[in-house]
């Protein structure tokens, strides 16, 4: 198996960070080893964190005489550490900012002062403290969404964030560290009226009693009768979070009179690493239980019906499509499993499918694991006489993360099996790989989705 090595200077150029970390044996941590530029530039490689375990390290800044790092070794939610720049052994590390109940996202510096972000319900949280850990203030977003950035020089006076939501464009604000006053910096021109869309938050109770958070967003004034052409989006793994975040391509879909529903399953980091292995290796189910949840909760508060409602996702994400797809074939009208991991016994013989392994196990590690994904993998369970949805698989001939041979089986097995009146199509883009190439064919994808979803549920979209 391969090993994963990163190296990246501090701030200073004082010290150069090698990272080493090998998922290949399972292990979702990394080692971190340094040298000292100013000190012997030719000098060997000293262990800052010496072996990979499941924890994981990453330098946040350096003192003149301390590491300041993110771990989430004992604290699987994440904090902020200092250990001894001499000395930096782990057992006396000082916990500048301790573990918190929502997981830290990341944590910055900027003008002398440390920056972490933290995800509450699926929406950022910003707070500014100094280098040893006393809270100076909150960063006020302007509304629930996603920020990022924040990351400046040590003699700033002003730091730059981003923030974005479904219907904010990502935007740059420049910050004033010293008053926290925020003032838009670079903003996009998109012809389109955020005023004109509501966007809602919801929680609803999958199959085990799980409270599952899902964004709805759609233009105002639809009628809630059960009739919305409606798109479901999940993906639900690798510890990937779902976050509030503006695409101009899917205006044409809401303006059309759409709902897009995206739901924060199990599996992705939403609420941490708990959230993480609730939906990993042996407790995948409930990824396809959230998300068939999901649609039933759309049925049952009038936003769409069976004859109205289109799953989609991408990558991991159409593994989960195909998988439901199989589960429950009367709950969708229209399936889209893009790139999808569809052959789940042999992943891992493929391009880097291997490094998958840490979050769906082996079909070779054991019989608790082979019996796992055989009962569960899109490829493996297409059965005969099953009216399953209308289904675009698309996938490209370059795609060297998920190879197309995945799609490909996948596509000829349900063609051969399903012999209903459903259309089962793929379409392969050429010269791309696991996304498009370029704008125009990303563009041209999502006119074939978006059509292919109208067209199978015989509505004619109005603008």
Same mark, same amino acid.
């Given at each position: 198996?391969?090993?994963?090595?990163?190296?990246?200077?501090?701030?200073?150029?004082?010290?150069?960070?090698?990272?080493?970390?090998?998922?290949? +044996?399972?292990?979702?941590?990394?080692?971190?080893?340094?040298?000292?530029?100013?000190?012997? $530039?030719?000098?060997?490689?000293?262990?800052?964190?010496?072996?990979?375990?499941?924890?994981?390290?990453?330098?946040?800044?350096?003192?003149?005489?301390? %590491?300041?790092?993110?771990?989430?070794?004992? @604290?699987?939610? /994440? +904090?902020?550490?200092?250990?001894?720049? +001499?000395?930096?052994?782990? @057992?006396?590390?000082?916990?500048?900012?301790?573990?918190?109940?929502?997981?830290?996202?990341?944590?910055?510096?900027?003008?002398?002062?440390?920056?972490?972000?933290?995800?509450?319900?699926?929406?950022?949280?910003?707070? !500014?403290?100094?280098?040893?850990?006393?809270?100076? +203030?909150?960063?006020?977003?302007?509304?629930?969404?996603?920020?990022?950035?924040?990351?400046?020089?040590? &003699?700033?006076?002003?730091?730059?964030?981003?923030?974005?939501?479904?219907?904010?464009?990502?935007?740059?604000?420049?910050?004033?560290?010293?008053?926290?006053?925020?003032?838009?910096?670079?903003?996009? &021109?998109? /012809? %389109?009226?955020?005023?004109?869309?509501?966007?809602?938050?919801? %929680?609803?109770?999958?199959? *085990?009693?799980?409270?599952?958070? !899902?964004?709805?967003?759609?233009?105002?004034?639809?009628?809630?009768?059960?009739?919305?052409?409606?798109?479901?989006?999940?993906?639900?793994?690798?510890?990937?979070?779902?976050?509030?975040?503006?695409?101009?391509?899917?205006?044409?879909?809401?303006?059309?009179?759409?709902?897009?529903?995206?739901?924060?399953?199990?599996?992705?980091?939403?609420?941490?690493?708990?959230?993480?292995?609730?939906? !990993?290796?042996?407790?995948?189910?409930?990824?396809?239980?959230? %998300?068939?949840?999901?649609?039933?909760?759309?049925?049952?508060?009038?936003?769409?019906?069976?004859?109205?409602?289109?799953?989609?996702?991408? /990558?991991?994400?159409?593994?989960?499509?195909?998988?439901?797809?199989?589960?429950?074939?009367?709950?969708?009208?229209?399936?889209?499993?893009?790139?999808?991991?569809? *052959? !789940?016994?042999?992943?891992?013989?493929?391009?880097?499918?291997?490094?998958?392994?840490?979050?769906?196990? /082996?079909?070779? #590690?054991?019989?608790?694991?082979?019996?796992?994904?055989? @009962?569960?993998? $899109?490829?493996?369970?297409?059965?005969?006489?099953?009216?399953?949805?209308?289904?675009?698989?698309?996938?490209?001939?370059?795609?060297?993360?998920?190879?197309?041979?995945?799609?490909? #089986?996948?596509?000829?097995?349900?063609?051969?099996?399903?012999?209903?009146?459903?259309?089962?199509?793929?379409?392969?883009?050429?010269?791309?790989?696991?996304? @498009?190439?370029?704008?125009?064919?990303?563009?041209?994808?999502?006119?074939?989705?978006?059509?292919?979803?109208?067209?199978?549920?015989?509505?004619?979209?109005?603008?």
């Amino acid at each position: 198996m391969q090993r994963f090595n990163t190296t990246v200077t501090s701030e200073d150029e004082r010290f150069l960070f090698l990272y080493i970390s090998d998922r290949g +044996k399972g292990l979702e941590g990394n080692a971190i080893f340094y040298k000292d530029l100013e000190a012997d $530039p030719n000098g060997e490689f000293k262990p800052l964190i010496k072996d990979i375990t499941n924890d994981e390290y990453g330098v946040v800044e350096n003192t003149a005489s301390q %590491f300041i790092l993110q771990t989430n070794a004992n @604290a699987p939610n /994440s +904090k902020v550490i200092a250990v001894d720049i +001499k000395n930096p052994d782990l @057992a006396k590390a000082v916990t500048i900012i301790p573990e918190k109940e929502e997981p830290l996202q990341g944590a910055s510096t900027a003008g002398g002062k440390l920056f972490a972000s933290y995800l509450k319900d699926v929406s950022t949280r910003t707070y !500014m403290y100094d280098l040893k850990g006393k809270l100076i +203030k909150e960063l006020v977003y302007p509304g629930i969404g996603t920020g990022s950035g924040l990351h400046g020089r040590r &003699e700033d006076k002003f730091v730059f964030y981003v923030f974005t939501s479904f219907t904010v464009p990502p935007t740059i604000y420049k910050y004033d560290i010293a008053t926290g006053n925020s003032t838009i910096f670079r903003k996009p &021109e998109v /012809s %389109f009226s955020p005023a004109n869309y509501e966007t809602k938050q919801v %929680f609803y109770t999958s199959k *085990d009693g799980a409270r599952i958070p !899902m964004f709805i967003i759609h233009k105002k004034g639809i009628k809630m009768d059960g009739n919305n052409v409606t798109l479901l989006y999940g993906y639900g793994g690798f510890n990937v979070n779902l976050e509030p975040g503006f695409s101009a391509t899917l205006l044409p879909f809401l303006d059309a009179g759409g709902v897009y529903a995206q739901a924060n399953l199990r599996g992705g980091g939403e609420y941490g690493e708990k959230w993480h292995k609730a939906g !990993m290796l042996l407790n995948k189910q409930n990824v396809f239980d959230d %998300f068939i949840a999901a649609g039933e909760y759309l049925i049952t508060e009038k936003y769409t019906s069976k004859n109205r409602m289109a799953m989609r996702g991408g /990558s991991n994400g159409g593994l989960l499509v195909g998988a439901v797809m199989n589960q429950r074939p009367d709950l969708f009208k229209v399936a889209i499993p893009q790139v999808g991991v569809m *052959d !789940m016994l042999r992943f891992h013989k493929f391009t880097i499918g291997w490094n998958w392994i840490a979050d769906y196990g /082996s079909s070779e #590690k054991d019989v608790a694991n082979f019996k796992n994904l055989y @009962a569960y993998s $899109p490829l493996h369970n297409l059965k005969e006489g099953v009216e399953y949805p209308a289904t675009l698989v698309t996938t490209a001939d370059h795609d060297d993360r998920v190879v197309p041979a995945h799609s490909f #089986k996948y596509i000829a097995t349900l063609q051969e099996k399903y012999k209903g009146n459903n259309p089962v199509l793929i379409r392969i883009d050429t010269n791309s790989g696991h996304g @498009a190439s370029n704008t125009k064919k990303n563009i041209e994808t999502l006119a074939d989705i978006y059509s292919f979803i109208f067209y199978n549920m015989g509505v004619e979209p109005t603008l």
